[in-house]
């Protein structure tokens, strides 16, 4: 009788830490979240869109931050795709990536929320059949000032080749930002594929160098704002951000075509979180999400419906209502194909000697 006791006692236990060991590693099991791993710009996503995605799927998202769209397609191209689930390069880069077989298709029946583009930016020419690229924010590039400080009147690009500004702007950076712009300034077609237009383009860009005092695509409105620099050469959220702390400060009538270029998201092909990544576009696209988030990232935006439910804060502000005639007169990055090798071999060289 007292084995038989003894014999249920150590059963008893014996049940006891199965289940206690059960629902330990069923809790350990749920409290475990998925994980989605992006690279793109830094300051470009508001945190409490991010947490409030975390919290509703229970799903980590890990960042980590480009410097420059070029990159982001070195990072799609060189084999280390597979350490992301989804990237941000820049429209001008979509053809080559696809055609190269970088990217994996994306699954439109877990993104439902793209209906909430407008037309312009469904089945776009370089992905007819929208498999590959989700576009995100979009951005006028554009020169703002503080007329008080400033000691010139700016109307087209060629003014910031002035010996006056030496030390006085703050710009963005990257290839296709910057050449496009002394392209422009000399006449030339801003997606010139001609190596000695684009030779030209980088000897001016030496003369605009020296009037460049921070170079830098992440927070390039601080310096002006800080008053450290009086012209800037800025993406449309990054004017806005400094129209907000800085009232007084002014866009630029520019008579030149200014660039417009779009963020877009995609799934390298070895990702190893399709799903998930699927799952965090369809909550990026959701109306009421991106109105939040177009509260910390005033940039121009593709979605129509978040659009709809902004405040006057954003519809009103002077980043996005740039003149009319500026916003007509607009150019896209294009894929230059083979010219892109001379482009790197002269941008390498103009960093070279900063």
Not at 97 to 125: C, Q, S, T, V, W
Not at 177 to 185: E, H, T, W
Request: aromatic share 10%; proline share 5%.
């Amino acid at each position: 009788m007292k084995t038989m006791k003894k014999s249920l006692l150590f059963l008893l236990i014996a049940v006891m830490v199965f289940s206690l060991s059960a629902c330990g590693g069923a809790a350990e099991e749920e409290a475990t979240p998925g994980e989605l791993n992006v690279y793109m710009w830094s300051e470009y996503m508001s945190e409490s869109v991010v947490q409030g995605f975390e919290e509703e799927f229970n799903i980590k998202v890990n960042f980590s931050y480009m410097n420059s769209s070029e990159e982001a397609t070195a990072k799609l191209t060189s084999g280390g795709g597979d350490q992301y689930d989804l990237v941000m390069p820049c429209d001008a880069d979509m053809t080559a990536l696809i055609n190269g077989g970088h990217l994996a298709e994306m699954n439109l029946d877990n993104i439902p929320n793209f209906a909430n583009l407008g037309e312009a930016y469904k089945y776009r020419e370089f992905d007819p059949e929208n498999k590959y690229a989700m576009p995100y924010l979009m951005n006028y590039v554009y020169v703002i000032y503080n007329p008080e400080t400033c000691p010139i009147e700016i109307t087209k690009y060629q003014d910031l080749f002035s010996p006056e500004l030496k030390g006085q702007i703050s710009s963005i950076t990257g290839i296709r930002n910057l050449f496009p712009i002394a392209l422009v300034a000399l006449g030339y077609d801003p997606n010139s594929s001609v190596e000695s237009e684009i030779a030209e383009a980088y000897e001016w860009l030496k003369g605009y160098m020296a009037n460049v005092k921070v170079l830098s695509s992440d927070d390039t409105e601080q310096a002006i704002v800080s008053g450290e620099c009086s012209v800037a050469l800025v993406f449309d959220g990054q004017a806005g951000r400094a129209f907000e702390a800085v009232p007084g400060l002014k866009v630029a009538d520019l008579s030149d075509p200014i660039q417009l270029g779009v963020d877009e998201l995609v799934i390298p092909a070895n990702a190893k979180n399709k799903e998930n990544a699927e799952l965090f576009l369809n909550y990026l696209l959701d109306a009421e999400v991106m109105a939040e988030n177009l509260i910390a990232n005033p940039y121009t935006c593709p979605n129509v419906e978040a659009i709809k439910l902004t405040e006057d804060s954003y519809k009103l502000n002077p980043a996005i209502n740039i003149p009319q005639h500026m916003k007509d007169n607009y150019f896209l990055q294009l894929d230059v194909g083979e010219a892109a090798t001379v482009y790197d071999e002269y941008w390498t060289m103009l960093l070279s000697e900063q």
